[in-house]
């Protein structure tokens, strides 16, 4: 269960009594049922059991079997999920107005990053994904598109990636690590989805190993740690580090690109100074699994998903979409969607719950996602296989859905969102900033967005503070709503808008154009 674990489980059965925080004293009276017994080892710091803030004794030895694990030079526990390890990062590698080159399906906590920061933003955008097509998922960032961004921003500060994507496409990073490199310049990749890399030959590699100086874990998605847990790890894989301290003022001594130091510093900043020791322990127990059962169960998940993949063949409608040779995706990502527009991503996703009592993590306009782990058994394989072949024969002709009619659209796919490239009139900080106003959809094409637009799952913004809402956007958000699809930063059917120079301004709260 991993030492933390058992020092805790030890600490609640003593008779020590708990003169300080928290305010239970390790009682869980207050809710009772299976939620009490986590009560017994939920405490502070105290004598004993260190301080993640400067980790001296038991959290450092777990945090040091973390990076032994993943090939880090240091990683780093976080209670605040891959959010404070994102903004952690950035912040580390970056000082205020920097420009950076990041994709642009990163998850919104690195949009918020450059808010914060007020970063200058150029974006390359994922490929198509060969043999997904039909279903309009992002494919992988090409190297190639990296090299040419950089040729043309002198001053980029840092390279952000996101890899794997929500559907589990893999970049190469490490031919885009090779380039960034060349650069003299630290490589983020956010792997949130991604802990379980590394560990069995069949998954892809880890992006620690492939080069990349800071790379951020949740391991509570496809690891079992309990939710809202993390790693962040630091390499000093790159010894061009002086180039960058000469370029950004943000390099190391020790030659590595990405400054070790300021991460801590910064992780003191966004994480918690109160971190929960319940999901801590959660983390030293995953950790121990990994390194004990993790590519005996990796293989098992294998074998499980070709039993399924062999089943959904025999399907005539419902389909698991086969990734092109020159893609690599994620095992545990498992994309299910419908052939010709027979039923949209939100119908099957209803249908799996509402009569199968199978809950997808996502439904995107022409498919739904399921993420299958380590911890999966058969029998909810069996029943997921049953399930769509049942749906299969049951289906008939007549369910078009706008996926299909937008596939040979022009633009790029996002987390199963189709948008076009935007036109960014404002840096993010100031369009977030400005004063702004309410309008309804309908009246929002060409004005300039003051807010993120995303599909929530995956969180990746299809337009941003700062960009020109054209009418195919809004036309698609519009599909959006209609599908029930849940995105998040329209409200009552209204969105944020960078207030017109020379408008009048409505003072009253419940009319349109009042001010945020």
Not at 149 to 159: E, F, G, M, S
Not at 314 to 337: F, H, M, N, T, W
Request: with cysteine; hydrophobic share 40%.
């Amino acid at each position: 269960m991993g030492e933390l674990y058992r020092r805790l489980e030890a600490y609640g059965k003593s008779d020590v009594y708990p003169f300080h925080m928290p305010g239970h004293k390790r009682n869980g009276e207050a809710v009772k049922g299976p939620l009490a017994a986590a009560y017994g080892l939920d405490i502070t710091e105290i004598d004993g059991f260190d301080n993640l803030h400067q980790a001296e004794g038991i959290l450092r030895r777990e945090q040091e079997r973390a990076a032994a694990l993943y090939g880090a030079g240091s990683s780093y526990y976080l209670v605040n999920g891959s959010t404070c390890g994102i903004l952690s990062a950035v912040f580390s590698v970056t000082r205020q107005g920097d420009r950076v080159l990041m994709a642009r399906n990163c998850h919104k906590s690195v949009y918020h990053a450059a808010y914060l920061r007020e970063l200058k933003t150029a974006y390359v955008y994922p490929g198509v994904t060969e043999g997904w097509a039909e279903f309009g998922i992002a494919g992988a960032v090409d190297p190639e598109a990296v090299a040419a961004a950089l040729r043309d921003i002198p001053d980029c500060a840092a390279v952000i990636l996101t890899s794997p994507t929500y559907e589990g496409v893999v970049s190469d990073v490490g031919k885009i690590a090779d380039i960034v490199h060349l650069h003299g310049i630290p490589l983020i990749v956010d792997e949130a989805h991604g802990a379980h890399f590394g560990f069995h030959g069949a998954y892809p590699a880890g992006s620690v190993r492939l080069g990349a100086d800071l790379v951020i874990h949740s391991v509570h998605k496809t690891l079992p740690a309990m939710t809202q847990t993390a790693l962040v790890h630091w390499s000093h894989n790159s010894s061009r580090g002086r180039d960058a301290d000469r370029k950004h003022g943000v390099g190391t001594d020790d030659g590595a690109l990405a400054d070790r130091r300021r991460l801590e510093r910064y992780l003191a900043v966004f994480q918690t100074s109160s971190p929960s020791y319940v999901l801590m322990a959660s983390v030293s127990g995953c950790m121990d699994m990994v390194e004990k059962e993790g590519r005996k169960r990796l293989d098992r998940l294998l074998g499980y998903r070709r039993g399924l993949e062999e089943a959904v063949k025999k399907c005539r409608y419902v389909k698991i979409p086969e990734v092109g040779s020159a893609i690599r995706q994620d095992p545990c990502k498992l994309v299910i969607g419908v052939a010709d527009g027979r039923m949209t991503g939100r119908e099957l996703y209803d249908n799996l719950l509402e009569k199968y009592h199978l809950q997808m993590e996502m439904a995107a306009e022409g498919y739904v996602l399921a993420i299958v782990t380590m911890m999966d058994g058969p029998e909810c394989w069996k029943r997921l296989a049953d399930a769509l072949m049942e749906i299969d024969a049951g289906l008939r002709q007549g369910c078009g859905t706008a996926a299909v009619q937008r596939a040979d659209m022009g633009g790029h796919r996002t987390g199963g969102a189709w948008m076009p490239e935007a036109e960014a009139v404002m840096p993010i900080a100031e369009a977030y900033d400005a004063a702004q106003e309410e309008i309804r959809m309908e009246d929002a094409a060409g004005r300039i967005s003051a807010g993120f637009l995303n599909l929530y799952p995956p969180g990746i913004p299809l337009a941003a503070p700062g960009e020109r809402l054209d009418g195919e956007i809004m036309e698609t958000l519009l599909d959006y709503v209609r599908q029930r699809l849940h995105v998040q930063g329209i409200i009552d059917g209204k969105i944020r808008v960078v207030k017109e120079q020379g408008k009048n301004m409505e003072t009253n709260g419940n009319e349109e154009g009042k001010q945020i």
